[in-house]
């Protein structure tokens, strides 16, 4: 496993990211998710976590993420849908009925990777009790 090693700890988190337009506008084009894309790669840099894969639709985009534990899933999510949403207004791209914000407030996100919960139960349940 490629696990993050940091000072105090060692994680593997990885959560699956989605952000869905405005008014579910379909607005989005292959130059407006190269925009969008770069930003949230920019953003990932300068936060110290890792856009692993992205893609979208004309109405939504998937990421999935690689993150320290000193983030949380909502300072990820607010810092990509506010630097993203401004340069894919800098780069002159329609918003959805030319609103200020290209995303809808709410987010889909789902942690992902590891033992099936399964698994982990039973692994629990099987460590030796302290006499």
């Known amino acids: 496993m490629d696990y993050r090693r940091e000072n105090h700890s060692v994680s593997d988190l990885k959560v699956h990211l989605i952000f869905v337009t405005k008014y ?18 920019s953003v990932a840099e300068k936060m110290t976590f890792r856009v692993l894969e992205f893609n979208g639709e004309s109405d939504h985009v998937h990421m999935l993420v690689e993150y320290p534990p000193k983030l949380s899933i909502s300072q990820m ?3 990509l849908k506010g630097v993203s949403s401004r340069r894919y207004g800098q780069a002159g791209l329609p918003k959805p009925y030319g609103k200020k914000s290209l995303w809808t407030p709410a987010h889909f996100s789902a942690s992902v990777g590891g033992a099936p919960l399964e698994v982990l139960k039973q692994y629990i349940q099987g460590q030796e009790k302290p006499p």
Not at 24 to 41: D, F, K, M, P, S
């Open 24 to 41: 579910r506008r379909r607005i989005l084009t292959a130059e407006g998710l190269g925009v969008i894309q770069r930003a949230c790669e």
């Open 77 to 79: 999510v607010n810092a």
